[in-house]
């Protein structure tokens, strides 16, 4: 439920998100290895980096701080 909520929490953050934008943050929440993640979605390592600074962009913060930003958002969320 609490992904679920992330999911939802992020998209009302930063409407612009895709589908494989919000579907790689939450892997990148359970904390999954880059190369884990390539697997995952089918990309290279590279492609993974690339995204992650793209990604953390739009959500207002750095690709070394996502995990951090994504872990604030879902502790707002348990507050509710």
């Known amino acids: ?3 679920y909520d992330a999911v939802d929490k992020l998209q009302a ?3 612009e998100l895709s589908e494989q934008d ?3 943050l939450v892997l990148v929440l359970l904390d ?3 190369k884990e993640i390539a697997d995952i979605m089918n990309l290279s390592q590279n492609s993974i980096s690339n995204k992650k600074t ?3 962009q ?3 913060t750095i690709a070394a701080n996502l995990r951090e930003q994504l872990i604030s958002i ?3 969320i ?3």
């Open 1 to 3: 439920a609490i992904l």
């Open 13 to 15: 953050i930063q409407p």
């Open 22 to 24: 919000v579907r790689f």
């Open 32 to 34: 999954l290895p880059a």
């Open 54 to 56: 793209r990604t953390a």
């Open 58 to 60: 739009k959500l207002g």
């Open 74 to 76: 879902t502790l707002k």
């Open 78 to 80: 348990k507050e509710k």
